[in-house]
């Protein structure tokens, strides 16, 4: 499939920081080494866009800007008119460049878009299931469970899957929850997450200025390398923290990044009394992040049990043991889909602090297995969870995905 041109809607993308900007970035980067041709157009939830095209890391963006009538500043309606939107600038540039294929991301939005444009271009589409975006917004609060928004997400998301040519996903997770709406499987293809090992080599030792310029004594340090959503369970690490400096009298907590749960973590710091133990370093250079991962013995992962968790793969353990990093997590179904069996005695129950800290306590006593499971943690990395070993699976997507639209 080498000399593909490939069409890629996106959400959003780089210089935004996310896991799902930079699961694109890598796929990216890896499809183009593969020979492909790559466009990228991002939905009009971008924001931050300077120009309506952009130049970042070496790829150029078509961005999608929002239109000004009143319809997309109402409920409901504001999300058809994105569709619409980024639909006329997917066709726009479609008809621009020429592609060969549309590969439409998450949410359902952008599988609309591409669908629409797919049939006035006849071309074949692809979509990825990256998350369960009505899920997420549970979480956030801007849904309910058995909200009409909810229900009406989940539909539109399902009437996508049953028009697309191809379906991928990241996760066994997800591939469940496609499969449970009646679509068959041999559509289905499963594109793990993955990390670049050669970005995630470890430093050689503890970056010590940084250390000081953030105020960390020597430690033990816990920590946290991500967004702050109320899901990702930072604050059970807190509530953990009091039973774990019981066992380490000088364990402090560095937390890297910022979101919607930041102000609520900092109350809770400050109700437990260990605010001069957490350190918020705020949102960091990419470029940077090894440098925080240096000074971070133990990464915690305490994500809290719903359904999004339970089915959604994350990225930070693998970057963790990419980076030599020892960490602990909790026992929902993504982490077990990304933790090796050997590492299993690092999860903990979700939600629960006095098991977090019984885990961590354990992890801290005994420093002399750490070594080696660091050597386990980079092997299990290069050998099964590199992004060329993923992303080489579109190579029988887009093909599948070409033949059916011929076909029909």
């Known amino acids: 499939m080498s000399g593909l041109k490939v069409l890629h809607v996106l959400d959003h993308s780089v210089p935004l920081q996310s896991g799902y900007a930079f699961r694109t970035l890598a796929i990216l980067r890896e499809q183009r080494r593969m020979g492909y041709e790559t466009v990228h157009v991002t939905s009009s939830k971008h924001y931050g866009a300077s120009a309506d095209v952009e130049e970042v890391d070496g790829l150029t963006f078509f961005r999608t800007r929002p239109g000004q009538s009143m319809l997309r500043r109402l409920p409901v309606t504001n999300q058809v008119m994105v569709s619409i ?53 549970v979480d956030h609060g801007t849904a309910g469970a058995r909200s009409l928004r909810y229900r009406v997400s989940r539909a539109l998301e399902t009437f996508v899957f049953r028009r697309v040519d191809a379906i991928t996903t990241i996760c066994e997770g997800l591939r469940k929850d496609i499969l449970g709406r009646g679509i068959p499987a041999m559509q289905i293809t499963v594109v793990p997450n993955a990390v670049d090992a050669s970005a995630f080599e470890p430093l050689a030792g503890r970056c010590d200025s940084l250390g000081g310029e953030l105020g960390l004594a020597p430690g033990p340090v816990l920590g946290f390398i991500g967004s702050f959503y109320a899901y990702e369970g930072i604050d ?49 250079p990419h470029q940077r992040v090894a440098q925080y991962y240096s000074l971070i013995d133990v990464l915690v992962y305490a994500r809290h049990s719903i359904r999004l968790t339970e089915t959604v793969t994350p990225l930070k353990p693998l970057e963790a043991m990419a980076m030599r990093r020892m960490f602990v997590a909790s026992d929902v179904g993504g982490h077990l889909e990304v933790v090796p069996i050997g590492f299993r005695d690092r999860l903990f129950r ?50 599948a995905a070409i033949a059916r639209h011929r076909a029909q």
């Open 236 to 284: 059970v690490l807190l509530r953990a923290m009091p039973a774990i400096v019981q066992a380490s009298p000088q364990a402090q907590v560095l937390l890297v990044g910022g979101g919607p749960a930041e102000e609520s973590l900092r109350r809770l710091a400050d109700e437990l009394g260990i605010a001069a133990r957490v350190h918020f370093a705020g949102r960091v």
């Open 85 to 137: 939107d980024t639909a006329a600038r997917v066709e726009e540039v479609a008809r621009q460049v020429g592609v060969d294929l549309i590969h439409a991301h998450s949410p359902a939005l952008n599988g609309l878009a591409a669908l629409r444009v797919g049939r006035r271009l006849r071309l074949p589409v692809v979509y990825e299931m990256r998350a369960s975006w009505e899920d997420a917004a």
């Open 350 to 399: 979700a939600g629960d602090a006095h098991d977090l800290a019984r885990v961590v306590a354990g992890l801290l006593a005994d420093r002399s297995a750490w070594a080696r499971s660091a050597d386990a943690g980079r092997r299990y990395v290069e050998n099964e969870r590199t992004w060329q070993q993923s992303v080489h699976a579109y190579e029988r997507v887009y093909a």
